[in-house]
């Protein structure tokens, strides 16, 4: 009886080792992108939107590994993933001086906006500047959710605080160590101020009681570019995915087709290459990889 | 905030259960998948370990179980960065081109549940009387036939190692997060699409995935009951 079962248990071992030998057969090199990208950019649902096309137009699989810019970028540097789609300007651009990078392109900008609950303790609707209105948060110790994690976010919230002057700590400063999505609902549950991206408040709008509080301002503007993975580096890197990629993000359809992403009404993201519809690539730094 | 009630998220859940909504089934794959793989690859060789602590006398065997029983209560995230570092192009093992993908996610899961069930098959074996052992060897039996005797009297503990071996790699969710990086229709399961779907304020899809891994736990230790009964009996 106990060999008989013994016999049982083998035959759906192997029948399990066949299903994953199949699994893991499926994943063919040479035809998968990685793409490393912000949280903001699946958050707000571009991603999906957006990949079936290139995916169907062009014979690649894209994974997506969404997490902040500063881990992608260092994803990049340590050459497992091909592509990034991300925004912090000035990390990226030293990432391609420091040779980690090519090709570095840019594709679409949104802006980001200071929300926090709608009584605003801190007087943000009465702020002169948007140094004034950080400096009412600090002054007031209003709760400000913090990303915390090394994200564009991130670091564009540093940048302000080094602009007002002030040293973000206290009980008031929350560093949470999460997703953008993570900390709107954070700042939310705890009637806190924070920085986020426009794309991602619309995505979340309707399930925080937060309002904007500071927007429209060229201080918060948001650029995304696409970098593609220094092939010299790796070499096996998928550098032609890399390129189909961005190639295709500033395909003139592509941008289009990123200006009609829309949540209640409002484009979450603006495309930047869509004025010259002639030229397949408007590429900020001029090292391209030959 | 429509989904913020925990009444409607279920109501939610179970809708989105029943209409086989596709990533909902795609995720709750790979999870058996990836599992089911580490668990392949590692019962054997862990009630093999656990037959040798328990029968073997060598140096270095105490400090062996409780290195075993150490790693018990390693953190999966641990795991998880012990072989990003390793898996990492940058790391030693780069070249293999295995960090997230699948791959990567058995080893990590192979590597948390080792432990748990060597330490538990050990403690099994232990229950058995040595005299069982040598009594097989005197009538004749060879090494591997003993061994299958002394496994089979132990067979309703050693099936509790299993299930305890599956429900930490199962439910885990830092190690596959860390080395599968949490891709769609590849290698999101259950744990890390919980976390992903909390994240983005979709409660009702991350109850839905927590509804399916309590019934899996539920099912794992209704078919316990089931042979541990049977042993009873008999």
Not at chain 1, 145 to 151: E, K, L
Not at chain 1, 163 to 186: D, H, T
Not at chain 1, 229 to 250: C, Q, S
Request: aromatic share 10%.
């Amino acid at each position: 009886m106990l060999r008989k079962s013994l016999m049982q248990l083998i035959l759906f071992a192997c029948f399990l080792i066949f299903l994953s030998a199949n699994a893991l057969a499926a994943n063919n090199p040479a035809t998968i992108l990685r793409l490393a990208t912000t949280t903001s950019t699946e958050n707000s649902g571009l991603l999906d939107y957006l990949l079936p096309d290139f995916e169907k137009q062009n014979d690649y699989k894209v994974h997506v590994i969404a997490v902040g810019t500063g881990k992608a970028l260092r994803m990049g540097k340590d050459g497992d993933v091909d592509v990034l789609l991300v925004h912090a300007p000035k990390a990226e651009a030293e990432f391609v001086a420091a040779g980690y990078g090519t090709d570095r392109t840019a594709i679409m900008h949104n802006d980001f906006v200071i929300v926090g609950p709608s009584a605003d303790p801190a007087g943000l609707s009465k702020a002169s500047s948007l140094a004034d209105a950080m400096q009412r948060i600090s002054k007031t110790q209003s709760r400000f959710v913090s990303r915390g994690d090394n994200s564009g976010t991130y670091k564009k919230e540093s940048s302000l605080w080094k602009l007002a002057n002030v040293k973000p700590q206290g009980k008031w400063y929350i560093e949470a160590g999460q997703g953008m999505g993570k900390v709107l609902l954070m700042a939310s549950e705890l009637d806190a101020y924070t920085l986020t991206d426009r794309g991602t408040w619309l995505a979340y709008r309707d399930k925080s009681p937060l309002k904007i509080l500071w927007q429209h301002d060229p201080l918060l503007f948001n650029p995304y570019s696409a970098i593609a993975v220094n092939p010299e580096r790796y070499k096996d890197t998928n550098y032609k995915g890399a390129m189909a990629f961005i190639h295709w993000l500033v395909l003139p359809s592509t941008q289009h087709k990123i200006a009609a992403f829309r949540l209640y009404q409002q484009p979450l993201f603006i495309p930047d290459a869509v004025q010259d519809n002639s030229a397949p690539a408007s590429v900020v730094t001029s090292e391209k990889h030959s | 905030m429509t989904d913020s009630s925990l009444l409607s998220s279920l109501l939610d859940a179970l809708q989105l259960l029943l209409l086989g909504d596709g990533k909902l089934w795609s995720i709750i794959l790979v999870s058996f998948k990836v599992s089911s793989l580490a668990m392949l690859v590692a019962a054997l060789p862990a009630v093999i370990c656990g037959f040798l602590l328990a029968y073997m006398r060598f140096p270095g065997r105490r400090l062996l179980i409780s290195l075993f029983n150490t790693l018990l209560a390693v953190p999966a995230v641990v795991v998880g960065l012990t072989f990003y570092i390793l898996l990492s192009r940058h790391g030693p093992l780069g070249d293999w081109k295995l960090l997230f993908t699948q791959t990567a996610m058995v080893l990590g899961q192979i590597a948390l549940c080792f432990p748990i069930m060597v330490a538990m098959s050990h403690a099994a074996f232990q229950a058995i009387d040595l005299r069982a052992w040598e009594t097989a060897r005197t009538i004749g039996a060879g090494t591997v036939q003993a061994f299958m005797m002394i496994v089979s009297e132990a067979r309703y503990a050693i099936l509790g190692a299993f299930v305890a071996g599956f429900g930490r790699i199962i439910a885990e969710v830092g190690a596959s997060m860390m080395l599968g990086g949490n891709i769609l229709h590849y290698t999101r399961n259950i744990p890390t699409a919980i976390a992903l779907e909390t994240s983005k304020g979709e409660l009702s899809q991350g109850i839905a995935l927590g509804i399916v891994l309590v019934t899996l736990s539920f099912l794992l230790v209704s078919v316990l009951h089931y042979f541990q009964g049977r042993g009873q009996i008999q």
